[in-house]
């Protein structure tokens, strides 16, 4: 697609808004209207808006590698990270199912530490609502990019720090115009309150921002408004240009189908040089090699991950929305046990089958203490969008739930007479336990006739 779309593609609003950015930048008389370098006459790749993968899309890998033979989903790795992106990752993630009698024992302690491998982080977020308590009202909020270290002092916790909204407060879970809300929400929007994004404290902030460089980001946002996939909700920022944050729904027929993974971006001051930066609210659970708890995503069209040269981010071609669907498409895929490099010519055949639908058990899992983590903390300005999708799809996840806890593999089509058995009986165990926590949240938020779906304490 040509970076000159016009800006009749965007909805009146954000055009309006477009053209009167456009006009302060014509008139701008500190600022060559020739700039050496200037993106204004290059052809950009156009994704496909069916939010899967296309030619335009390149492959992943992950940032990191193993000479562990027998490396599984809960092994540590050791490997010196590169530091593009500010943060350097030291993998100690934990994906081992709950133990004891209540898998949903917290120990705020633990909060704030990394732990050894195989022991998951707990998370206050994950605690059954009481029976008077509303949906939450409280938002995402970062401020400076967390190490990831084995060492992390108490104030760069692996979750995600959070404040309470400031845009608006949340509706009553059983709110009527909470559906007509979500369903009406623009998969692109200008909004204004940057305050609580990951990379607020970084780009231009209070300087003004070159006039290519402006328009360069103009054409990528008439790129996204114009194309983006059903699946991937992104706000830009209108006094920071530089700042964007998506949403993505999960795949379906993988591990990660029905979910909400909220991704907070930042154009660089030297953009389209460099690639975006990206960072993943994680909630302090690791759900896929490329997806670090620190928030670290790696991704060869990142920079992240020294891949081929094909993969690799090509200035003038490259764009973010490019970005967005590669992570939803290659990333967020069917295998992701494949996704650690080594691990689909290590593991073949029968055994490499088995180890993939181990990691996909344990990611569901993960998913599902995400989906969790969203609903009770949806990032600012998707509120309404959060509320609707999980109200809406409540009856989807619940009924996979069920189907996996009486075998059914991750990912597979639960409508199907055909569909493939074998699920591992702790995993089994694991998912009943699960079904309880999220029959509550869901119903707090609006959904209803969901108690069908609960387990008694006898069969779990």
Not at 146 to 174: I, M, Q, R, Y
Not at 242 to 267: A, K, N
Not at 366 to 386: A, G, N
Request: with cysteine; net charge negative; hydrophobic share 30%.
């Amino acid at each position: 697609m040509a970076s000159s779309a016009s800006g009749e593609a965007l909805n009146p609003s954000v055009s309006l808004k477009l053209k009167q950015k456009e006009g302060a930048l014509d008139s701008d008389a500190k600022y060559s209207a020739s700039v050496v370098g200037s993106e204004d006459d290059t052809d950009l790749l156009k994704s496909s808006t069916s939010g899967s993968t296309n030619a335009n899309v390149v492959k992943t890998s992950n940032c990191f590698s193993s000479n562990d033979d027998d490396m599984s989903m809960d092994d540590e790795d050791n490997d010196d990270d590169d530091d593009d992106n500010d943060y350097d990752c030291d993998d100690n993630d934990g994906f081992l199912y709950d133990d004891g009698d209540d898998c949903m024992t917290l120990q705020s302690q633990f909060d704030n530490v990394d732990l050894p491998p195989g022991v998951e982080a707990t998370l206050p977020w994950l605690n059954d609502p009481s029976p008077s308590e509303k949906p939450s009202t409280k938002t995402l909020a970062i401020s400076d990019p967390p190490p990831c270290s084995s060492t992390v002092p108490s104030e760069a916790s692996s979750t995600v720090p959070f404040e309470a909204s400031s845009s608006k407060e949340l509706a009553d879970g059983n709110d009527d115009s909470i559906m007509p809300k979500s369903q009406q929400f623009k998969k692109f929007d200008m909004v204004e309150d940057f305050s609580d994004h990951h990379f607020s404290r970084m780009g231009f902030s209070d300087e003004q921002a070159p006039r290519y460089w402006a328009k360069r980001i103009q054409d990528e946002w008439k790129i996204l408004e114009k194309d983006l996939p059903d699946t991937i909700f992104v706000r830009v920022y209108e006094a920071r240009m530089e700042l964007l944050r998506g949403v993505i729904i999960g795949p379906p027929g993988t591990p990660y189908h029905d979910g909400l993974f909220v991704f907070d971006c930042l154009f660089p001051t030297n953009y389209p040089k460099s690639p975006p930066m990206v960072y993943y609210y994680s909630g302090g659970l690791r759900l896929n090699p490329n997806l670090y708890e620190c928030g670290k995503v790696c991704l060869s069209l990142l920079g992240t991950w020294s891949g081929k040269q094909n993969e690799n981010w090509v200035a003038g071609q490259s764009t973010m929305l490019q970005v967005l669907v590669s992570i939803q498409a290659l990333i967020l895929n069917a295998e992701p046990f494949f996704n650690e490099p080594g691990h689909e010519s290590s593991y073949v055949g029968a055994e490499g089958q088995r180890q993939s639908r181990k990691y996909n058990e344990d990611t569901f899992i993960l998913s599902l203490k995400t989906m969790i983590y969203t609903l009770r903390r949806p990032p600012k300005y998707f509120e309404d969008f959060v509320l609707g999708h999980f109200r809406e799809r409540a009856h989807n996840i619940l009924a996979a739930c069920k189907a996996y806890s009486e075998g059914t593999l991750v990912g597979s089509d639960i409508t199907s007479q055909n569909a493939e058995k074998g699920g591992s009986a702790q995993f089994k165990a694991s998912v009943a336990k699960m079904m309880n926590t999220l029959v509550t949240h869901f119903t707090r938020n609006g959904s209803t006739n969901c108690e069908k779906f609960r387990v008694e304490a006898s069969h779990i």
